[in-house]
């Protein structure tokens, strides 16, 4: 039986109509950059999250750049970031000509730590950038707290925890800027790129709106220099259609892994934290065997994928002579299994099968 990793289409057959319906509507109105369906999304995200502001571009890593670009966070400036997580946290700090501080990660969260990041902190220090890694949010009272004792700047990157709840509130609405990603796999994802910044700082927000778009406010008036980062209609108004479905989406991964966690728990496998208000984007495991086991499954027609399996102070782009334990053993053993809306309880029970041959 065929098990892959993800399938988009199962996801899409489920609102077929309504999206070739809301497709028709955006090329039948001849505007295809801004104008309503854009502002249309915008409002319903920032309501949906509880956020004052959603300023909508061109992907999740511009979005990460506007908001480094709107606090002039720059040369001489330093960042702390996760080692382990994706490429683009580090590509937005070099880009905007700061430096990235590579912290380690807890090994139970493979999110930030206060006790990790505190003793990186110097003078330099304008943002740390707290990721909510596969869904699981970070401890971000501990961080803001530190982060406001320090007045430095907290960035949440929210690319793949769209949804997530930290005490009661959507994250993204807790640090003084997030990040989201709407690139296709995600658990609100477009059918193409985009992004959005998210905060409560109106001028934070009309900062990035004009940065964002050739430093306009209205066209051919420009008041800083810009650049040109910006959602199109399409993509808003697929966007608008999936946000309604995403609680319901979020709901069906849960099922999907608590069917893991549970089936799994006997098992050499070290299992991801089931943590309140935590969304699955992807349902990783540590495996002292990873390479083996990935190699059973694939054998059994069944894809899984490696969420990273190099940490970012080990990279050619940024190495740095560092030990980060934990960021590395997690790269050495992690393995994703599927995990998506449409994945069948056959092929998740041949998953779980296969897995407690091995």
């Known amino acids: 039986?065929?098990?892959?990793?993800?399938?988009?289409?199962?996801?899409?057959?489920?609102?077929?109509?309504?999206?070739?319906?809301?497709?028709?509507?955006?090329?039948?109105?001849?505007?295809?950059?801004?104008?309503?369906?854009?502002?249309?999304?915008?409002?319903?995200?920032?309501?949906?999250?509880?956020?004052?502001?959603?300023?909508?571009?061109?992907?999740?890593?511009?979005?990460?750049?506007?908001?480094?670009?709107?606090?002039?966070?720059?040369?001489?400036?330093?960042?702390?970031?996760?080692?382990?997580?994706?490429?683009?946290?580090?590509?937005?700090?070099?880009?905007?000509?700061?430096?990235?501080?590579?912290?380690?990660?807890?090994?139970?969260?493979?999110?930030?730590?206060?006790?990790?990041?505190?003793?990186?902190?110097?003078?330099?220090?304008?943002?740390?950038?707290?990721?909510h890694l596969f869904g699981l949010h970070a401890d971000l009272s501990s961080l803001k707290s530190l982060c406001n004792a320090q007045e430095i700047k907290l960035i949440e990157d929210c690319a793949q925890a769209h949804g997530a709840v930290y005490q009661n509130q959507k994250v993204g609405t807790i640090g003084d800027a997030a990040?989201?990603?709407?690139?296709?796999?995600?658990?609100?994802?477009?059918?193409?790129?985009?992004?959005?910044?998210?905060?409560?700082?109106?001028?934070?927000?009309?900062?990035?709106r004009l940065i964002k778009d050739h430093g306009q406010p209205v066209r051919d008036q420009h008041l800083l220099a810009g650049r040109n980062s910006r959602l199109d209609s399409l993509q808003a108004a697929v966007l608008s259609l999936k946000l309604k479905h995403l609680d319901a989406w979020n709901a069906e991964r849960a099922r999907l892994a608590a069917v893991y966690l549970k089936e799994l728990e006997n098992t050499s496998l070290k299992l991801p934290r089931m943590q309140k208000g935590r969304v699955w984007h992807l349902f990783t495991v540590l495996s002292e065997h990873r390479d083996e086991l990935k190699d059973h499954l694939a054998k059994a027609d069944i894809q899984t994928a490696v969420h990273y399996p190099t940490p970012l102070h080990k990279m050619n782009a940024f190495k740095h002579e560092l030990s980060l334990p934990n960021a590395e053993q997690i790269s050495d053993q992690i393995l994703s299994l599927p995990i998506y809306p449409g994945l069948t309880k056959v092929q998740q029970a041949h998953v779980i099968d296969t897995i407690k041959r091995f």
């Open 1 to 131: 039986m065929k098990v892959p990793f993800l399938d988009i289409n199962k996801q899409h057959d489920s609102i077929r109509h309504a999206l070739d319906e809301a497709i028709a509507k955006v090329i039948n109105s001849g505007w295809f950059i801004g104008g309503e369906y854009v502002e249309r999304f915008e409002n319903e995200f920032a309501t949906y999250l509880g956020a004052k502001h959603c300023v909508t571009c061109g992907n999740g890593t511009d979005a990460l750049e506007l908001i480094l670009e709107a606090y002039e966070i720059g040369a001489g400036d330093e960042v702390i970031i996760p080692s382990f997580t994706w490429v683009s946290d580090a590509e937005a700090v070099v880009r905007a000509g700061a430096k990235p501080v590579f912290a380690d990660v807890a090994i139970d969260t493979f999110n930030l730590s206060v006790e990790n990041i505190r003793p990186l902190i110097t003078d330099q220090t304008k943002a740390v950038i707290a990721v």
């Open 179 to 208: 990040l989201f990603s709407f690139y296709p796999t995600k658990n609100l994802g477009a059918l193409g790129d985009g992004g959005a910044v998210v905060t409560n700082s109106t001028d934070l927000a009309d900062r990035i």
